[in-house]
């Protein structure tokens, strides 16, 4: 078995006849992705801030209890994971195509927007169609980084399933462990200053341009003091 890099990627990759060892790298290499990747978790986190929160009079209000921000939670990632699968699964077979810079762009906007959403809240809580529209950009980089696995060459199909499933299984890890943080955190008192500093930060780390940021920023400001 010869183990090498792909050139420009992070990833080790393994020229095999055993399809045991090209799922397994697969799915490390799926789960490399995200965990290498800051704007996927910024975004996972974002989804997970809003779940335990109830909207009142268009502002987050209440918390609601465990196991509805549970319920909640499920569907939100499960929009996401709909979204991130299907683009993933028509790209990789060449059914459609976006560069990587428009993506990368449509990605840094998509997180810029849910951070604003912990701010002020956009559409209802229950919503479903921002995680799984956005799931569908997220897809599209997941399916340029799948194009470069050696065993995508040689076997589509296993590298597909097994490059998803190292990034569903991450997903759920981090879901699992944050969400219960998450959860007990929206019972302190200091929950809302910390929500408004997490969605600014999120915001300001994305890769949009500053031009495009300021403007966001400074209505942020205005709604918050109306």
């Known amino acids: ?21 090209q799922f397994w790298i697969g799915v490390n290499s799926g789960a ?16 997970l801030l809003s779940a335990p929160l109830l909207i009142n009079n268009r502002e987050w209000g209440n918390r609601k209890s465990w196991l509805d921000t549970l319920r909640s939670a499920l569907k939100t990632i499960s929009a996401f994971t709909l979204g991130h699968t299907t683009s993933l699964i028509l790209t990789a077979l060449g059914i459609i195509h976006l560069p990587a810079r428009p ?6 906007l998509s997180i810029a927007i ?5 701010l ?20 599209l980089a997941f399916a340029q980084s799948l194009s ?15 490059f998803n499933l190292g990034i569903e299984l991450v997903q759920a890890i981090l879901t ?29 780390s994305t890769r949009l341009n500053s031009s495009h940021v ?8 205005c709604l918050k003091k109306k």
């Open 32 to 47: 490399h992705h995200i965990l290498g990747g800051l704007d996927h978790l910024m975004f996972l986190f974002l989804l």
């Open 120 to 139: 002020i809240p956009i559409g209802r809580s229950s919503s479903l169609l921002l995680p799984l529209l956005f799931g569908t950009i997220h897809g």
């Open 214 to 221: 300021k403007p966001i920023s400074y209505a942020v400001f």
């Open 1 to 21: 078995m010869l183990i090498r890099s792909h050139v420009g990627t992070p990833y080790p990759f393994v020229d095999s006849d055993s399809s045991w060892q």
């Open 148 to 162: 470069q696995l050696v065993i995508f060459k040689a076997n589509r199909i296993l590298a597909l399933f097994s």
């Open 176 to 204: 699992l462990l944050l969400l219960p943080l998450i959860w007990r955190a929206t019972d302190s008192r200091h929950w809302p200053k910390w929500r408004i500093a997490l969605g600014l930060i999120d915001r300001k």
């Open 114 to 118: 849910m951070a604003i959403n912990i």
């Open 103 to 108: 993506t990368e762009s449509i990605i840094a």
